[in-house]
Nanobody
Framework: QVQLVESGGGLVQAGDSLRLSCAAS????????VGWFRQAPGKERDFVAG????????YYADSVKGRFTISGDVAKNTVYLQMNRLKPEDTAVYYC?????????????????WGQGTQVTVSS
């Protein structure tokens, strides 16, 4: 059974940092592109950051460029999202997804597997 488990969310103040983790079982991140998405109440699930298979390419939404960094640890089968200088508009449930395609997908519908999400709340 494929499972993705996000962790690391919490309540922080604007300007603070968090590091989210996405740990996989039943699937190897070395064989999948991985994306981080976020979804606020009543909103669509939007792309945040992604990393291609083998880590050749990373891609970021304009809203997080320069603040967020995606990285992976193959040995731990875990992908991370380092979030710095957080803003209230970053508040959302953050999900990681795995995509069997080589390229990073920008649409949630492209992803094969999803975790349950971790809540990030940023106060002003």
């Amino acid at each position: 059974q494929v499972q993705l488990v996000e962790s690391g969310g919490g309540l922080v103040q604007a300007g603070d940092s968090l590091r989210l983790s996405c740990a996989a079982s039943g699937v190897s991140f070395s064989r999948y592109a991985v994306g981080w998405f976020r979804q606020a109440p009543g909103k669509e699930r939007d792309f945040v950051a992604g990393i291609s298979r083998y880590g050749y390419t990373t891609y970021y939404a304009d809203s997080v460029k320069g603040r967020f960094t995606i990285s992976g640890d193959v040995a731990k089968n875990t992908v991370y999202l380092q979030m710095n200088r957080l803003k209230p508009e970053d508040t959302a449930v953050y999900y990681c997804g795995a995509d069997s395609a080589t390229m990073v997908g920008l649409m949630a519908s492209e992803y094969d597997y999803w975790g349950q999400g971790t809540q990030v709340t940023v106060s002003s």
